[in-house]
């Protein structure tokens, strides 16, 4: 059965490279930074949890854009891919409006703007945070995330062992947050492919998609933990519907027919019966009497030890000797000189060890 409690999606920045002695031991993905986390009850979807993060540290000076970018390298951040990607999360979960822009704009046409352009946007919500997207800090935002699913402390993630999980060790560890060790953390990527065999790919998108014959928004956070209960509630309907037995229809007894009557049988006066008659206890001397069956024999055996003796040889190869007319490991040893291995080969079934035939063969005389 799939583990009750919240299937939880992360969307994070784009994390450079980082030496591994500023890393700390164990947490691969501790420089990823979170920009939005989505959480939503398996059993009972009207349970969500979603918000937005500010990846940027609190009190950082910020006045132009490159005091963005170089502060996001610091980070250990891409700065393009970050803010593009920033960008793209916070136009298709509609957190921005014309009015929150340096011009009024659609935010379709805002996410066109070179980076730069909309670096300033960034700063701006940043030193005026009244004016942009409703943010929480990466330390506001697991506490929330725990205190909401503290009532249920399971979180299931697809690939949440490689990153979900690791990225949420991490934000614990740079906020010196406490995840508390009754949660449970389960990978559905094992699950799935454990309980959902056959599928070509266990990409979420696309496994959803197979399975449900539709697209979702995916790469929202909390649009793509609606879709990860989706798929956990199927699986687990899956699992339930297979262990239950179909009921038997119950047989029928037919009913018994009243007894009869017993029939009367009378008693016979001692004179009735008849006089005894002494036993012969002599025992007649039969001469033997040879008894042919008239049914035919299916097979006919030529003298020779079996082809059946020999290792490698079962039930299945000795039919198809026979039907070659070949009976005895002499008369195989002499089609085997004469026709070769590809001979063999053809004519004993799929998956015979036939290399331990022709090693009997050989040993044989």
Not at 7 to 28: F, H, S, Y
Not at 119 to 148: C, H
Not at 233 to 255: C, E, F, G, R, V
Not at 354 to 365: H, T
Request: aromatic fraction near 8%; charge should be positive.
């Amino acid at each position: 059965m799939i583990p009750v409690g919240f299937c939880i999606d992360l969307e994070t920045t784009i994390a450079g490279r980082i030496p591994d002695n500023i890393r700390p031991a164990g947490q691969k993905r501790f420089e990823t930074r979170i920009i939005e986390i989505g959480a939503v009850h398996w059993k009972d979807r009207r349970r969500q949890f979603k918000c937005l993060v500010n990846p940027i540290p609190k009190h950082s000076v910020l006045k132009n854009p490159e005091d963005l970018f170089s502060l996001l390298r610091s980070m250990h951040q891409k700065p393009d891919a970050t803010l593009n990607f920033w960008s793209s999360v916070l136009v298709k979960r509609n957190s921005l409006n014309n009015n929150m822009f340096l011009h009024d704009e659609p935010p379709e046409i805002w996410r066109n703007r070179t980076v730069t352009n909309r670096a300033k946007d960034f700063i701006r919500w940043y030193n005026n945070p009244d004016i942009g997207p409703t943010f929480k800090t990466e330390n506001q935002a697991l506490n929330e995330l725990i205190q909401f699913t503290r009532a249920e402390p399971t979180w299931l993630a697809h690939n949440g062992r490689s990153f979900d999980f690791k990225v949420l060790e991490g934000c614990a560890e740079r906020t010196n947050t406490v995840i508390p060790t009754a949660f449970n953390m389960v990978d559905t990527l094992h699950l799935f492919r454990k309980h959902l065999p056959g599928h070509g790919s266990y990409s979420q998108p696309k496994l959803y998609a197979k399975i449900f014959q539709r697209n979702y928004n995916a790469h929202v956070a909390i649009d793509d933990a609606k879709a990860l209960a989706e798929l956990c509630a199927y699986t687990d309907s899956k699992l339930q519907s297979s262990l239950k037995i179909p009921m038997k229809t119950p047989m029928k007894i037919p009913m018994k027919t009243p007894m009869k009557t017993p029939m009367k049988i009378p008693m016979k006066t001692p004179m009735e019966f008849p006089l005894k008659i002494p036993m012969d206890l002599t025992f007649v001397k039969r001469t033997s009497v040879k008894i042919h069956s008239k049914i035919p024999m299916e097979r006919t055996f030529v003298k020779g030890k079996p082809v059946r003796s020999l290792r490698g040889i079962g039930p299945k190869t000795e039919l198809a000797l026979m039907a070659l007319n070949i009976t005895t490991v002499e008369q195989l040893k002499n089609n085997y000189n004469k026709h070769g291995v590809t001979w063999l080969r053809a004519n004993v079934p799929k998956g015979v060890r036939w290399r331990v035939i022709i090693a009997g063969l050989k040993s044989a005389f």
